[in-house]
């Protein structure tokens, strides 16, 4: 077995046969595309293969004596970060170890290139392809459910309004934010592995960066992004502002916000959660408000390719490979 990377017309075969699959099997984020026939072939053939292309980069398991190929995904470098999509294997090696084999391939040769994290964008429905990063592979979900807050549920901190600045960041200030917000919102168990990883986070900000002040102190950094009918606000507090009310404030201020310019068409605002001990708690506070928590549409995991490379010795991958 090898890993190769793909010529462009391979690469826009896999595409096609990746948005297709992901049409078939319902995924959350596409749904939207399923009911409008032209805007699904225009997606399909067009805009989704296009993505691929440009920004990522071809990766295919390949059988070393017959040739034929195993399996593939595709992935975007960025300093010593792969952020990979969802890794498709083929329906005849499908339940015998290749997803786990493709991995460790993979680790072992992104490993050898010198890069340091695999970061993977798995579909919340994907539940072979969560147990296999996160039980076998031993990844740590960095996101995947979203709190959802109704307009009503919404409380009002009106006193303290006037004493709050949402500030967004220049370029050059934003490493510094991410590396917080990569120490924060994983789990201690990873933390010792984070250290440099603002530029690994960067990718998963959909939005301007932005720092966040009370009467002009620092209290921690937020993004915000749209996805269908209401915005997703990230939000992490340095540790003095911990189960504080400005919490509470600081999110009550920005639904507020983004409600006044109309970006919550639903009238829902979405707090993404992380998997550290704190976002678990401001989750529950929010939920304690009148929130309701929703599984992400995508799930972000992130490893470390030396510890996945380590694997390679299992026999599972030894007995697919022989």
């Known amino acids: 077995m090898k890993i190769a990377k793909m010529k462009p017309w391979e690469a826009y075969?896999?595409?096609?046969?990746l948005c297709n699959h992901f049409f078939q099997t319902g995924?959350?984020?596409?749904?939207?595309?399923?009911?409008?026939?032209?805007?699904?072939?225009?997606?399909?053939?067009?805009?989704?293969?296009?993505v691929c292309m440009l920004f990522f980069?071809?990766?295919?398991?390949?059988?070393?004596?017959?040739?034929?190929?195993?399996?593939?995904?595709?992935?975007?470098y960025?300093?010593?970060?792969?952020?990979?999509?969802?890794?498709?294997?083929?329906p005849e090696y499908q339940a015998k170890g290749a997803g786990f084999a493709f991995l460790v391939r993979y680790a072992q040769y992104a490993h050898q290139k010198g890069l340091r994290y695999f970061i993977g964008k798995i579909s919340s429905e994907n539940k072979p392809s969560l147990k296999l990063t996160t039980k076998k592979m031993g990844?740590?979900?960095y996101y995947d459910r979203v709190i959802l807050i109704p307009e009503a549920n919404i409380?009002?901190?009106?006193?303290?309004?006037?004493?709050?600045?949402?500030?967004?960041?220049?370029?050059k200030a934003v490493k510094e934010a991410l590396q917080f917000?990569?120490?924060?919102?994983?789990?201690?168990?990873?933390?010792?592995?984070?250290?440099?990883?603002?530029g690994v986070i960067e990718p998963l900000w959909l939005g301007a960066v932005h720092e966040l002040r009370y009467e002009g102190e620092l209290v921690g950094y937020a993004s915000v992004s749209t996805t269908d009918s209401h915005p997703i606000v990230r939000i992490c507090f340095l540790p003095k502002w911990w189960e504080s009310e400005l919490e509470t404030a600081f999110i009550s201020y920005l639904a507020r916000k983004l409600i006044t310019k109309q970006q919550a068409k639903s009238g829902l605002i979405g707090v993404q959660a992380g998997c550290s001990e704190h976002h678990m708690q401001l989750a529950g506070k929010l939920k304690e408000l009148g929130a309701e928590e929703k599984e992400h549409a995508e799930v972000a995991v992130v490893g470390l390719f030396e510890q996945m490379a380590q694997l390679g010795e299992r026999e599972q991958v030894a007995s697919f490979s022989s």
């Open 13 to 17: 075969r896999a595409s096609l046969i």
């Open 27 to 50: 995924d959350l984020t596409y749904r939207a595309w399923m009911n409008h026939p032209l805007k699904k072939f225009l997606f399909q053939y067009l805009v989704f293969p296009f």
């Open 57 to 76: 980069q071809g990766i295919k398991l390949v059988d070393a004596e017959s040739g034929s190929e195993i399996g593939f995904m595709f992935v975007m």
């Open 78 to 90: 960025r300093n010593q970060v792969a952020i990979g999509t969802d890794i498709f294997i083929h």
């Open 139 to 141: 990844m740590t979900r």
């Open 155 to 171: 409380p009002k901190h009106d006193y303290v309004y006037n004493r709050l600045q949402l500030n967004r960041l220049p370029k």
């Open 181 to 198: 917000v990569a120490n924060q919102m994983f789990s201690r168990q990873f933390q010792t592995h984070v250290e440099g990883m603002g």
